[in-house]
């Protein structure tokens, strides 16, 4: 029974996708994909030049742009480099770097393109709106709501975020300059002045507040 059951649906039984091409420049899992093949969690597909593929799951899809890598997660695509465009009535989401992009309304049909060089992610939600969504890994940050790492790209609206966000939380100056090699050798070098004259350097008895 198995063996005659369509592949199409056989990928929606275990949750996946397809994945379609015209089965040139497209690689899925290190291996050339063809014209249509089920997807599945974890798949890996790379686009190569003057080559693009579609994702077609549940009430989404994703059309995968040249020059371009992507991981099916189910729900949402994790875009290390590249571009692409999706549509959805489903929520499904793209995760890149710190950021996810996501629609606001996952019950209505939303559009968005999400460009994702050197570092920078442009988002542009060409039917309803989504959101940009960041998280990081800055303390202080974190203890905020939700709300402040939200900005929302209107129809019609292009926005841009950097892949990384927040960094460590800066050592203050004061610390990190007493921190320094240089202030460790002259701490060490004034606490052996301070013995030297205290105890071991000075001719006769040590000091005292009687003999100074």
């Not at 989504?130 to 019609?156: C, D, F, M, P, W």
């Amino acid at each position: 029974m198995i063996a005659i059951l369509p592949v199409s649906l056989l990928a929606q039984d275990t949750q996946g996708a397809m994945l379609r091409s015209n089965g040139i420049g497209v690689i899925l899992d290190k291996n050339p994909a063809p014209a249509s093949i089920a997807l599945f969690p974890n798949d890996l597909v790379e686009t190569q030049k003057n080559a693009a593929a579609r994702i077609e799951v549940s009430g989404s899809t994703a059309d995968i742009n040249v020059d371009t890598m992507v991981q099916f997660e189910g729900s949402e695509l994790v875009l290390d480099h590249g571009s692409l465009s999706v549509n959805t009535s489903h929520g499904f989401r793209v995760r890149v770097g710190c950021l996810t992009i996501t629609p606001v309304n996952d019950t209505v049909w939303t559009h968005y393109d999400v460009v994702d060089v050197d570092g920078k992610v442009s988002v542009s939600a060409l039917k309803s709106d989504v959101y940009i969504n960041a998280r990081t890994k800055n303390l202080e940050q974190a203890k905020q709501s939700a709300q402040s790492n939200r900005a929302t790209v209107h129809e019609g609206e292009r926005k841009s975020r950097e892949e990384k966000c927040g960094a460590a939380i800066p050592q203050p100056r004061s610390t990190a300059i007493l921190n320094s090699p240089a202030a460790i050798a002259a701490g060490t070098a004034g606490i052996g002045v301070m013995i030297c004259l205290g105890l071991i350097c000075r001719d006769g008895d040590p000091m005292s507040p009687t003999k100074p």
